[in-house]
Nanobody
């Protein structure tokens, strides 16, 4: 079974930066949409940012202007550059890859990586 594998989380002070990376555990053909979601304790998982294979991006209002999503299609790798981090960004960040065929949508998730921002 394919999983997304995240890396790059950690502990950082408010105002600092982190860069998350994610790639599938094995090669997958044509991942149409890749993205990052996060879940803070006691809260629902929420969308952070997504990017299509063509490079179109979408961001949550709370991270607009601070976070930047990018991808390397040749490597099926997605990145999340997080700048000006705030304590409220503390969460487990999950990577998602979505592949759409004519009849089926495949969703691939990672185990998550912890991001902790201290005040």
């Amino acid at each position: 079974q394919v999983q997304m594998v995240e890396s790059g989380g950690g502990l950082v002070q408010a105002g600092g930066s982190l860069r998350l990376s994610c790639a599938p555990s094995r090669s997958i053909f044509n991942i149409n949409l890749m993205g990052w979601y996060r879940q803070a304790p006691g809260k629902q998982r929420e969308l952070v940012a997504t990017i299509t294979s063509g490079g179109s991006t979408n961001y949550a209002d709370s991270v607009m202007g601070r976070f930047s999503i990018s991808r390397d299609n040749a490597k099926n790798t997605v990145y999340l550059q997080m700048n000006s981090l705030k304590p409220e960004d503390t969460a487990v960040y999950y990577c998602n890859g979505r592949r759409q065929t004519i009849s089926t949508t495949f969703n691939y998730w990672g185990q998550g990586t912890q991001v902790t921002v201290s005040s």
